[in-house]
């Protein structure tokens, strides 16, 4: 059982590592096609840590459930941390 949650516990570190490279890699072209890449890949990257709880079979529903909402919700302020610190610029074609 502890082999089951050390491995997805990897792969959430896993995908949020590569949400990070990512951005860095994606910002350059931020106010190009960047942006909507970086934007596509958090949207998969949230979703994947929402699902993966679910493969757990050993917890109850409740834990999983509850489970897949606080990863999901660390996915998204890590996504955020990585949009602002790789310097995502948003307002480019304002003026």
């Not at 995908?15 to 890699?25: E, G, K, R, T």
């Not at 909402?69 to 610029?89: E, Q």
Request: some cysteine; hydrophobic content about 60%.
């Amino acid at each position: 059982m502890k082999s089951k949650q050390i491995f997805f516990a990897g792969v959430f570190v896993f995908i949020q590592l590569m949400q990070i490279s990512i951005a860095f890699a994606t910002a350059s072209n931020s106010c190009g096609e960047g942006g909507e890449r970086y934007a596509i890949t958090g949207v998969v990257c949230l979703l994947l840590d929402f699902l993966i709880p679910f493969f757990n079979t050993n917890s109850q529903l409740w834990k999983r459930i509850l489970f897949a909402f606080l990863l999901a919700i660390l996915s998204a302020l890590i996504w955020i941390l990585g949009f602002v610190i790789s310097d995502h610029r948003i307002m480019c074609k304002l003026f």
